[in-house]
């Protein structure tokens, strides 16, 4: 059985920074990413990030700001964001799939927020 399990969220200041953690178990996948979704909005991507981790996709959003990685030893990916933004606040998902672009399995989501 497949989970996807984020932790890390929370509610910081503007300005600070904060790092999101997915755990996956029952298998591994080629394409690992975070999406996001704010209140009010729809389900939008954040970063994506691929087995070798030499290749990487962010939202304009967030490039320059946030930050993904994996360890495929582990098999985890994080989110790390610097700078954080009032418009940042979201719940925020862990994907995975086999393929680039495409995430088959979601996890339950982590809360940020972000206050001014």
């Known amino acids: 059985q497949v989970q996807l399990v984020e932790s890390g969220g929370g509610l910081v200041q503007a300005g600070d920074s904060l790092r999101l953690s997915c755990a996956v178990s029952g298998r591994t996948f080629s394409t690992m990413g975070w999406f996001r979704q704010a209140p009010g909005k729809e389900r939008e991507f954040v970063a994506a990030?691929?087995?070798?981790?030499?290749?990487?996709s962010y939202a304009d959003s967030v490039k320059g700001r946030f930050t993904i990685s994996r360890d495929n030893a582990k098999n985890t990916v994080a989110l790390q964001m610097n700078s954080l933004k009032p418009e940042d606040t979201a719940d925020f998902y862990c994907?995975?799939?086999?393929?680039?672009?495409?995430?088959?399995?979601w996890g339950q989501g982590t809360q940020v927020t972000v206050s001014s």
């Open positions: 994907v995975a799939g086999d393929r680039w672009g495409k995430y088959d399995y």
């Open positions: 990030i691929d087995w070798s981790g030499r290749s990487t």
